[in-house]
């Protein structure tokens, strides 16, 4: 299976400034059909995931656009422009290129 | 509005059964590669194993840790998804979520195995 790491596991945030999680894969990402199948979720407190980013950069209808992502072949990163008081949870990076699909370890985000 | 609603979960003990549900609404069901997913308590997600459109095969895959021991099938005629787990382990417990194209998540439902 390929292995998803994320840094830092933990990232204390302050309202107001921006803040950024790296996710990396154990191989390339790149899909034959030439897509990259890395997906960004947010899980809030009590919550079921929700889907912010899909192919790396592509936001998902309703997500604010102060969530980016960017990257390519094994390494990825979710920006948050200006963190919001809702943008409190856990992150996670996921991989859909390679069966079976994996998930990062997540990345608590918190005040 | 697509929904997604799981159903089934409670407490059974270690080699146990276990038959979830997942009711979906809101897209058409028949066309969709659906899709489990858990999160075992205060963990990350886990996948557990997808099951294609009949149109694709309606082939199943599932994950190393529940291959052999879990079924995922369909029921397009009732727009709902299953999870049959056979011999539980407590590394078994956990919030089971059905999913559709990885942008759709219902609530869960927490299966608990245990003596």
């Known amino acids: 299976d390929v292995v998803m790491t994320q840094s830092p596991l933990s990232l204390p945030v302050t309202l107001g400034q921006p803040a950024s999680i790296s996710c990396r894969s154990g191989?390339?990402?790149?899909?034959?059909?030439?897509?990259?199948?890395l997906n960004w979720f947010q899980q809030r407190p009590g919550q079921s995931p929700r889907r912010l980013i899909y192919k790396v950069s592509n936001r998902d209808p309703g997500v604010p656009d102060r969530f980016s992502g960017s990257g390519s072949g094994t390494d990825f990163t979710l920006k948050i422009s200006r963190v919001e008081a809702e943008d409190v949870g856990i992150y996670y990076c996921?991989?859909?290129?390679?069966?079976?699909?994996?998930f990062g370890p997540g990345t608590k985000v918190d005040f | 509005e697509v929904q997604l609603v799981e159903s089934g979960g409670g407490l059974v003990k270690p080699g146990g059964s276990l038959r979830l549900s997942c009711a979906a609404s809101g897209f058409s069901f028949s066309d969709a590669w659906m899709n489990w997913v858990r999160q075992a308590p205060g963990k990350g997600l886990e996948w557990v194993g997808r099951?294609?459109?009949?149109?694709?095969?309606?082939?199943?895959d599932y994950a190393t840790p529940v291959k052999g021991r879990f079924t995922i099938s369909r029921e397009d005629s009732k727009n709902t998804l299953y999870l049959q787990m056979t011999s539980l382990k407590s590394d078994d417990t956990a919030m089971y979520y059905c999913?559709?194209?990885?942008?759709?998540w219902g609530q869960g439902t927490l299966v608990t195995v245990s003596s």
């Open positions: 999913s559709f194209r990885q942008a759709y």
């Open positions: 996921m991989q859909g290129t390679h069966w079976p699909p994996t």
């Open positions: 191989q390339s990402l790149v899909y034959s059909d030439g897509n990259t199948y």
């Open positions: 099951i294609k459109s009949k149109t694709d095969g309606g082939t199943t």
